[in-house]
């Protein structure tokens, strides 16, 4: 047999009516005790002084004084027992009051904590719409009501944009694979393909599976980055400008670089791919001899890395939309990347506690500005 439950509002209500009832008793013993003792002060000053011996006079006098006491003793009895017949009455009838009023105060103190379970009952992976929205006075249960508001947007924008990146990730990672079955297929379709036919199919597959493995690196990057940190070391962000810059080829672009020291704390390897992806992004869109800046510094306790490129020109709302996976303004293609340069260093600048930022140049062109905070200690 499955016991009682005993929900919060009950145990409220217990808990107000038995303190109502231990403040009900106090009271009326005080004042059982109270009266008690004004009686018997009062009750009989001639009892005591009252004696059997002398004159008839006296001991009528007496008999009197002693039978007033006997009475005064019998209505002092009386009395308190009226006293406390109607004061506990009196506290039963109260406390039947204050168990009816501790059910009604208890539903209502616990009504934002009712509204704040529908709404978490309401909730799940495909709906979390779902909101408390409570109203009332700024107190401890308001608080946890926009709490619980504020988490439910967080999961919300988060599922949202997980379910968003797997759309678009599996839109991308089909491509390749579209690519390489369309080439195999129009190769051996033929009866008797050419070993020379054989030879560019086989170069074809290859720079598709290529074009797969870094898309796929890219995802796990990102992926790594979401996570948030599992390193964290001294990093100098102009030592590994210098590196990225060293390894990377820049064509006919002029290079402009300013590297003052800019020390960090970090994933080095993250650190670097986010350099490594502005600096990328800066020569892939690109106008032709064109010009790359890039520098870094320390300023008010914070790192700063900006890149900046010459280009096409670029509307000011569209350049926040290239942090976004898998997003790309107009007139690029997927021949020009996947989608996911700036994205990731979003992601990188996130896990290291930084801010990451995008301004159109007048003359065509981005700067990309990265602000991380500096090494401490």
Same mark, same amino acid.
């Given at each position: 047999?499955?016991?009682?439950?005993?929900?919060?509002?009950?145990?409220?209500?217990?808990?107000?009516?038995? $303190?109502?009832?231990?403040?009900?008793?106090?009271?009326?013993?005080?004042?059982?005790?109270?009266?008690?003792?004004?009686?018997?002060?009062?009750?009989?000053?001639?009892?005591?002084c =009252?004696?059997?011996?002398?004159?008839?006079r +006296?001991?009528?006098?007496?008999?009197?004084?002693?039978?007033?006491?006997?009475?005064?003793?019998?209505?002092?009895?009386?009395?308190?027992?009226?006293?406390?017949?109607?004061?506990?009455?009196? $506290?039963?009838?109260?406390?039947?009051?204050?168990?009816?009023?501790?059910?009604?105060?208890?539903?209502?103190?616990?009504?934002?904590?009712?509204?704040?379970?529908?709404?978490?009952?309401?909730?799940?992976?495909?709906?979390?719409?779902?909101?408390?929205?409570?109203?009332?006075?700024?107190?401890?249960?308001?608080?946890?009501?926009?709490?619980?508001?504020?988490?439910?947007g967080?999961?919300?924008?988060?599922?949202?944009?997980?379910?968003?990146?797997?759309?678009?990730?599996?839109?991308?990672? &089909?491509?390749?694979?579209?690519?390489?079955?369309?080439?195999? +297929?129009?190769?051996?379709?033929?009866?008797?393909?050419?070993?020379?036919?054989?030879?560019?199919?086989?170069?074809?597959?290859?720079?598709?599976?290529?074009?797969?493995?870094?898309?796929?690196?890219?995802?796990?990057? $990102?992926?790594?980055?979401?996570?948030?940190?599992?390193?964290?070391?001294?990093v +100098?962000?102009?030592?590994?400008?210098?590196?990225v810059?060293?390894?990377?080829?820049?064509?006919?672009? &002029?290079?402009? =670089?300013?590297?003052?020291?800019?020390?960090?704390?970090?994933?080095?390897? $993250?650190?670097?791919?986010?350099?490594?992806?502005?600096?990328?992004? =800066?020569?892939?869109?690109? =106008?032709?001899?064109?010009?790359?800046?890039?520098?870094?510094?320390?300023?008010?306790?914070?790192?700063?890395?900006?890149?900046?490129?010459?280009?096409?020109?670029?509307?000011r709302?569209?350049?926040g939309?290239?942090?976004?996976?898998?997003?790309?303004?107009?007139?690029?293609?997927?021949s020009?990347?996947?989608?996911?340069?700036?994205?990731?260093?979003?992601?990188i600048?996130?896990?290291?506690?930084?801010?990451?930022a995008?301004?159109?140049?007048?003359?065509?062109?981005?700067?990309?500005?990265?602000?991380?905070?500096?090494?401490?200690g």
């Open positions: 047999m499955t016991p009682p439950r005993w929900t919060a509002r009950v145990r409220l209500t217990l808990l107000y009516t038995g $303190l109502f009832v231990a403040c009900g008793a106090i009271v009326v013993a005080v004042t059982y005790g109270l009266v008690a003792s004004l009686q018997s002060r009062h009750a009989d000053p001639g009892a005591r =009252a004696q059997p011996d002398g004159p008839l +006296d001991r009528c006098k007496g008999a009197f004084q002693e039978a007033a006491s006997v009475g005064a003793q019998l209505q002092r009895e009386s009395t308190l027992a009226h006293l406390l017949q109607y004061s506990l009455i009196t $506290l039963a009838a109260a406390t039947l009051l204050a168990a009816i009023a501790g059910w009604f105060a208890a539903g209502r103190v616990l009504r934002p904590i009712r509204q704040i379970t529908e709404a978490a009952q309401a909730a799940s992976e495909h709906n979390l719409s779902a909101r408390v929205a409570l109203r009332g006075p700024r107190d401890e249960l308001r608080e946890l009501a926009v709490t619980f508001d504020a988490m439910l967080r999961l919300e924008a988060a599922f949202e944009s997980q379910r968003r990146f797997i759309a678009n990730a599996g839109h991308e990672l &089909r491509t390749p694979l579209t690519v390489m079955r369309a080439i195999l +297929d129009v190769v051996l379709d033929k009866p008797d393909p050419a070993p020379g036919e054989l030879h560019r199919m086989g170069q074809d597959v290859r720079a598709t599976v290529d074009d797969a493995e870094r898309l796929i690196n890219a995802l796990l990057t $990102l992926a790594r980055s979401d996570r948030g940190l599992t390193v964290c070391e001294p +100098d962000l102009a030592t590994v400008a210098e590196d810059l060293d390894s990377t080829d820049q064509g006919d672009r &002029r290079l402009h =670089a300013s590297l003052e020291p800019a020390m960090t704390s970090g994933d080095h390897v $993250l650190l670097e791919r986010m350099v490594a992806n502005l600096v990328d992004n =800066a020569l892939r869109y690109n =106008a032709p001899s064109g010009d790359l800046w890039l520098t870094t510094d320390t300023v008010d306790g914070q790192v700063t890395l900006v890149v900046a490129n010459t280009g096409p020109v670029i509307a709302p569209a350049a939309v290239l942090f976004e996976p898998f997003q790309r303004l107009q007139g690029r293609t997927a020009d990347g996947f989608g996911l340069g700036l994205a990731i260093v979003s992601s600048t996130t896990a290291h506690h930084g801010t990451v995008a301004e159109p140049r007048p003359g065509g062109g981005l700067t990309v500005t990265v602000t991380i905070p500096r090494l401490t």
